[in-house]
């Protein structure tokens, strides 16, 4: 697979002047640094799939990471080529001779900042199923040491507290944080860089900063990643999916406890 990435990261907060407002009602002006929003369009062999509000960074891997997460390609040899055009605005995804996306009704969605088992693609139908996970391997110290990680290098989050984190971990060693204004967006974006890098999704644990409902769960299982973590808490419906695939799904992840829900 050949990446062509011509986006160069434009600036990804800008400062805005807030009036702060106390109970005393002596305020004043405060320089507030605001996370920017970024809109990209995913084609897939010159087929508009699916348009997405992220923030601009780790594009390559958020496309990829996204058509991973929604069954369109499951390795890296599913893929040709990757182009991403000078303003970020467009992926174009061309797969492989033979393999096309499914075709559908409607044009492309806009998918918002945050959602709730949001699964607009534009009448595209995934090309692939969930599939039953591999049994997790991983150590409780291992845990620990990811949780550890989510007060660590979030850039973005320190400056603004406007974004979502995923932090990765493969064979039990941290290897990087994502983040961006989406949850979905983060935890793709981590997808799609073990992708990248050959990582194989059995050995990949993800934590995420966000609340764990079915989509979430549906993204880690359509990944072939078995342990997915977070500090929020699922719905009862995303514990039922987690164990209908074998989910080791740990919620409530916190520096001195952690909860495990349907222990693979």
Known sequence: MTINNRFTQTQQTVFADARVVTPEGNGGLR?????????????????????????PNRLPELALGRLV?????????????????????????????GMEPVKGAGGPQTE????????????????????????AEYS????FALIEKFSENAS??????????????????????????????ALDKAVGYALIN??????CMLFTT????????????AAGIPVLASKAVPTAE???????????????AWPDSYEIYNQA
Do not use: W
């Not at 991403?84 to 467009?90: A, K, M, P």
């Not at 409780?140 to 845990?143: F, G, N, R, W, Y």
């Open 31 to 55: 320089a507030v640094s605001l996370i920017r929003e970024h809109v990209m369009e995913i084609s897939v062999n010159e087929k508009a799939v699916l348009r997405l509000v992220c923030t």
């Open 69 to 97: 997460t929604e069954g369109f390609i499951k390795s890296i040899e599913d893929v040709d080529s990757l182009y991403i055009c000078e303003n970020g605005s467009r992926a174009r995804v061309y797969l492989r001779q």
């Open 112 to 135: 918002p900042t945050c959602c709730t088992d949001n699964r607009l693609l534009g009448g595209f139908a995934p090309q692939y199923g969930l599939k039953a996970l591999p049994r």
């Open 140 to 143: 409780e110290k291992s845990v």
């Open 156 to 185: 973005l989050h320190k400056k603004t507290t406007g974004t979502h984190s995923c932090y990765l971990s493969y064979n039990g060693e941290y290897r990087r944080v994502f983040e961006d204004i989406g949850r979905h967006n």
């Open 198 to 203: 050959g990582f194989s999704s059995a050995g």
């Open 210 to 221: 966000g609340r764990v409902p079915v989509d979430m769960v549906r993204k880690a299982v």
């Open 238 to 252: 995303a514990v039922e999916l987690a164990g209908r695939f074998g989910l080791t799904l740990i919620c409530r």
